[in-house]
């Protein structure tokens, strides 16, 4: 069956970078649409960005230039690079898995997603 694990998350300072990571299992990354999604307390989920096969990428405006979301194929993982985080970025963070290749929808639609991680929590403190 699919599984998604994240890592990477933890507390950091404004300004701040962290990388996050989601293996993936019996799940092949290359091949699909896959996306980092948010929550933070009190919050609807919420999109962060997206990429396809062949590799285009979709951004929420809120993180777009900050946050670079790239696979390694070879390792079957995704990544969530952020820079320059803000306090606003704290959330849990989750990653998303598609049997699309293409984002229908981008960032903004969740629906296309099948399969979701447990979730990594980044705080980000001023």
């Known amino acids: 069956q699919v599984q998604l694990v994240e890592s990477g998350g933890g507390s950091v300072q404004a300004g701040g970078s962290l990388r996050l990571s989601c293996a993936a299992s019996a799940y092949t990354v290359s091949s699909y649409c896959m996306g980092w999604f948010r929550q933070a307390p009190g919050k609807e989920r919420e999109g962060v960005a997206v990429i396809d096969n062949p590799g285009g990428t979709s951004y929420a405006s809120s993180v777009k230039g900050r946050f670079t979301i790239s696979r390694d194929n070879a390792k079957n993982t995704l990544y969530l690079q952020m820079n320059s985080l803000k306090p606003e970025d704290t959330a849990m963070y989750y990653c998303?898995?598609?049997?699309?290749?293409?984002?229908?929808?981008?960032?903004?639609?969740?629906?296309?997603?099948?399969?979701w991680g447990q979730g990594t929590q980044v705080t980000v403190s001023s």
């Open positions: 998303a898995a598609a049997l699309f290749s293409t984002c229908w929808g981008g960032y903004r639609s969740q629906r296309q997603f099948a399969y």
